[in-house]
């Protein structure tokens, strides 16, 4: 059985950059649906599930061993927004410190250069998905191309697709999806994500995840 994850903060506290009516429709009926719909599939067994998937019983397991379908896309989608809540902080914006920072520094010159690249790219992220801060792994192709795993990357993907599934460790994430904004800021997505990068972005969690990576 899968649970909602609670929020990390009331539902009210990131108002008014985003609004409680936005959280409670995002949060109550997107990621809870996602969550009931992946319960349904999970009870019901079967080729669906697919061969090795979550065999040690964690979700992220669930989503690398799923493969294409309707388990692997809501799994993904119920781990993708309790990322994304965590990205934000009522407390959020600034700049890392750190060995975060100084990972940042290494892959892209400088923070500011690092807000460019997601503001960018989640501009230009077309149709719905999520744009990523993400940690390479020892196989990805660009990590080869600058000697090695272990460096920084901006990375998009559509719909519900994860980073985990290429063996990328996401620090933080911005959801594109229209839900996740049109109330507050309708069509205006840059409008959006400068919010998100100037008053939202949680960099403890990136940079707590940043450690997790580093002794994994």
Same mark, same amino acid.
């Given at each position: 059985?899968?649970?909602?994850?609670?929020?990390?903060?009331?539902?009210?506290?990131?108002?008014?950059?985003?609004s409680?009516r936005t959280?409670?429709?995002?949060?109550?009926?997107?990621?809870?649906?996602?969550?009931?719909?992946?319960?349904?599939?999970?009870?019901?067994g079967?080729?669906?599930?697919? #061969?090795?998937?979550? &065999?040690? =019983? /964690?979700?992220? +397991? *669930?989503?690398?061993?799923?493969? !294409?379908? @309707?388990?692997? $896309?809501?799994?993904?989608?119920?781990?993708?927004?309790?990322?994304?809540?965590?990205?934000?902080?009522?407390?959020?914006?600034g700049?890392?410190?750190?060995?975060?920072?100084? #990972?940042?520094?290494? &892959?892209? =010159? /400088?923070?500011? +250069? *690092?807000?460019?690249?997601?503001? !960018?790219? @989640?501009?230009? $992220?077309?149709?719905?998905?999520?744009?990523?801060?993400?940690?390479?792994?020892?196989?990805?192709?660009?990590?080869?191309?600058?000697?090695?795993?272990?460096?920084?990357?901006?990375?998009?993907?559509?719909?519900?697709?994860?980073?985990?599934?290429?063996?990328?460790?996401?620090?933080?994430?911005?959801?594109?999806?229209?839900?996740?904004?049109?109330?507050?800021?309708?069509?205006?997505?840059?409008?959006?994500?400068?919010?998100?990068?100037?008053?939202?972005?949680?960099?403890?969690?990136?940079?707590?995840?940043?450690?997790?990576?580093?002794?994994?």
């Open positions: 059985m899968i649970e909602l994850p609670p929020l990390p903060y009331p539902q009210d506290a990131l108002a008014p950059h985003i409680e959280i409670s429709y995002h949060y109550g009926k997107h990621h809870a649906g996602y969550v009931a719909n992946l319960n349904k599939l999970l009870a019901g079967g080729a669906s599930v697919g #061969a090795g998937a979550g &065999s040690d =019983g /964690s979700l992220e +397991a *669930l989503i690398v061993g799923a493969g !294409a379908g @309707a388990v692997f $896309n809501n799994a993904a989608q119920v781990w993708n927004h309790t990322c994304y809540w965590q990205s934000m902080s009522p407390d959020g914006g700049d890392p410190s750190g060995e975060l920072a100084a #990972a940042i520094v290494d &892959s892209f =010159g /400088s923070v500011d +250069a *690092l807000r460019a690249e997601l503001t !960018a790219k @989640a501009t230009g $992220n077309f149709g719905s998905g999520w744009t990523w801060l993400v940690r390479l792994g020892s196989s990805d192709s660009d990590a080869a191309e600058g000697g090695g795993g272990g460096g920084l990357a901006v990375v998009n993907t559509d719909d519900g697709d994860n980073p985990l599934t290429v063996g990328q460790q996401p620090l933080l994430t911005i959801d594109v999806w229209e839900h996740a904004y049109y109330l507050d800021y309708q069509n205006a997505r840059p409008a959006y994500i400068a919010t998100f990068l100037e008053r939202l972005i949680n960099w403890d969690f990136a940079a707590a995840n940043y450690a997790r990576a580093l002794q994994g």
